[in-house]
C-alpha cells in the first residue's frame, strides 16, 4: 500500500495557497520584513515572516485565524469521522500573553493545545478521534509519520494532519534571548549566516491509502525515521549523529539506500550549528552532492509547520521537476558547495525527495517521498 | 505491552511489575542531593535548573528504566513520549511572568527552553542517553489510555526498542515502560479509570504495591 498526500494547502508569509509559495521561491525575493510590532522590545531583529492579509477577531489567536481562513478552502469536503492530528509548538499562546499583560488568568488555560484541538474540530465538523501531536520544530514531520503509520496499520483510510504556529511576542522574546535571531533576513547555508528569522504558517495536508485515493497525488511517503540527540536542550548534536540515523532508518524502511535520493527539503534554521549539522549528515549520508534547498530565508522559520511545508514543497518540486533555491544565499558555506543553489536546480525523472527537521530537545524527523499516485 | 510503571510524587514512588518484583518507598526531598542523584543513577549536570515537573519524571523515568533491564542489551534505542492535559501552561506561564516584570525585553533562557510541551523529555533524554523519538501525545477523549496505545505502536512500527511513556503535572510522574506484546488487563483497567491524574495513579499503584 501506497501513503500519499491527497489534498494540501498552506499558508506562509508569501501569501495563501502552494501556487504562492512555489512562485514565491522561485522569483528568489524573500518574504522577510521589517517589522514595527515589537519596536519597543528592544530584540536583537526587527525582522520577520508573517503571512500577509490575514484578519484576526477580536479575542481570537493568530493561529486560529490562519486557520478558519485556511481551513474551510478544502478540508469541509471530508469525512467528518476523519481522524485529525494537530501539530504545533505553542498555539494559542498569546492566551498566555493576554492573561499576564492583562490581569485575566482566567485567559491562560485556553493556550492549552487540545483547546485549539477542540476548536478545529469544531471548525470542520469534525466528530472523530483527535490527537495533539508535538515534537518541537519537527511536530508537523512527525504528525505526517504518525499520520502514515495509522494508515499503514489500517486504523484509518485518511488522516488529516492540521499545522501552525504564528509570530508572537512570547516566541519572539524567547529565542531573541538565545541570541538566535538575525539582524537581516535569514540566509539559511551560507557562509556568512548569523542566525534565524522567525515567520509563521499554517498548512494542511489530507494523508491517504492510495487505494482510497479520490484525486491525484503529488507525492507518496515510503518511509520515515524519529530520533533524539540527547546531547543538549537547544544546540544540536555535531557530531550529527541523531539526524544521520533518522535518515538511515527512513530509507531502510522504504527499502532504498541513501544514494538514491534526487534532492532534500532542508530544515535550513540558518543558525551556524545547526546548518553545519545538517550538512554533516547529508554528506555522511550521501557521497555525492545533490541539491538541497531550505524555505527560511524566504517565509522564515515556521516552527511546527515547517516540516509539512517542506513536504508540499518538495512534492511540487517533483511534479514540476525542479529543486527551487535556497532564498538568500549568497554565497555557499564551504560544506554547502554544490548543496545549496541561489538559482533553482532541473531534476531527473523519477526522482527521490529526502525531507529533515530537527528541533529543541535534540529531536530529528526524516522522511522519504517519492512521486505520487493517480486516482 | 506495559511491562513496568514507575511513579515519583513528594511523598513516595515505587514501581509495579506485573509477575515480577515491585516495591515503593519514601520519596526523598526534590532538591539536589546524594540521594537523588543515586535513584537517578546518571550523572546529571543540571539538575538544578529543572523544572518541578521536569524533577518528577526524571526521577519516575530513573526508577522505570531501573525496572526494566533493557540497559543490558546492546544499544536499544529507547523513546519518549508524553502527554498532559496542561501541556507545558504551568512553564509557560511562568516564563512570560518573569519577562514582563524584568522589563518586557530580554527572558530568560534557562525558563524559554522549558516552553515546549516535549522540554521535559529533552531532559529526559540527555541524563538517560535515551535516543528513541521524543514525542507529546494527547489524546482529546481518553489521553491515558492514547498515549500508552501510541507508544506501543512505535514500538511495533520499530521506531524504538522500548518506549517510556510519562504521564505528569505539577504534583507527580509516572512512567510506564512499553514493549511490544500484550497488556496486562488490570493496568488496562486503572488507566481507563475516569480520575487518571497521576496522583491518583501513583496512590493507585502504591496500594497496589502494597497488597502484592
Known sequence: MNIVIAQSDVATAYGWGLDALWNGLLSGKTAIRPTERFAERGFLSNQVAMIPGLEVEKGESRAMAMLRRLLPRGVGKIDPSTPLILATTVGEIEYIERAILNGRPDLAADARPQVLLRRVKRLLGLNGPGLVYSSACASSAAAVTRAASMIRRGEAKKVLVVTCDAVSEFVYSGFSTLLSLCEEPARPFDAQRSGLTLGEAAAWALLSSDDALDSNSAASILGWGNTTDAVHMTAPDRNAVGLSRAIAKACAMAGRSAGEVSFIAAHGTATRYSDAMELLAFSGAITEPKPIFSLKGGVGHTLAATGLVQLLVAGRAMSHGLVPATVGLLTPDPSAVEWAHDAPVPLGRAPLALSTNSGFGGVNTAILLGGGAQS | ?212
Open chain 2, 1 to 212: 505491552m506495559i511491562r513496568a510503571i514507575a511513579w515519583f510524587c513528594a511523598d513516595h514512588h515505587g514501581v509495579f511489575v506485573p509477575g515480577g518484583r515491585s516495591w515503593q518507598k519514601p520519596s526523598p526531598a526534590l532538591s539536589p542531593s546524594a540521594e537523588i542523584l543515586a535513584l537517578i543513577g546518571r550523572p546529571v549536570n543540571y539538575y538544578a535548573r529543572m523544572t518541578i515537573e521536569s524533577r518528577f519524571c526524571l526521577c519516575a523515568a530513573s526508577v522505570a528504566l531501573g525496572a526494566t533491564g533493557w540497559r543490558e542489551s546492546a544499544n536499544p534505542e529507547i523513546g519518549l513520549a508524553c502527554a498532559g492535559s496542561d501541556g507545558c501552561l504551568a512553564a509557560n506561564q511562568e516564563y512570560f511572568r518573569d519577562y514582563v516584570a524584568c522589563g518586557r525585553a530580554l527572558g530568560r533562557g534557562n525558563l524559554f527552553i522549558y516552553t515546549l510541551p516535549t522540554s521535559v523529555l529533552g531532559e529526559v533524554a540527555i541524563v538517560l542517553s535515551l535516543t528513541g523519538p521524543s514525542l507529546f501525545i494527547h489524546d482529546d477523549v481518553r489521553p491515558l489510555p492514547a498515549l500508552a496505545r501510541h507508544a506501543q505502536q512505535l514500538v511495533a512500527d520499530g521506531e524504538a526498542d522500548g518506549m517510556l511513556a510519562l504521564w505528569s503535572d505539577s504534583q507527580a510522574a509516572l512512567c510506564m515502560t512499553v514493549e511490544a506484546g500484550d497488556d496486562d488487563k488490570a493496568i488496562s483497567a486503572l488507566l481507563s479509570k475516569p480520575d487518571s491524574s497521576p496522583s491518583r495513579l501513583a496512590r493507585d499503584f502504591q496500594l497496589m504495591v502494597q497488597q502484592v
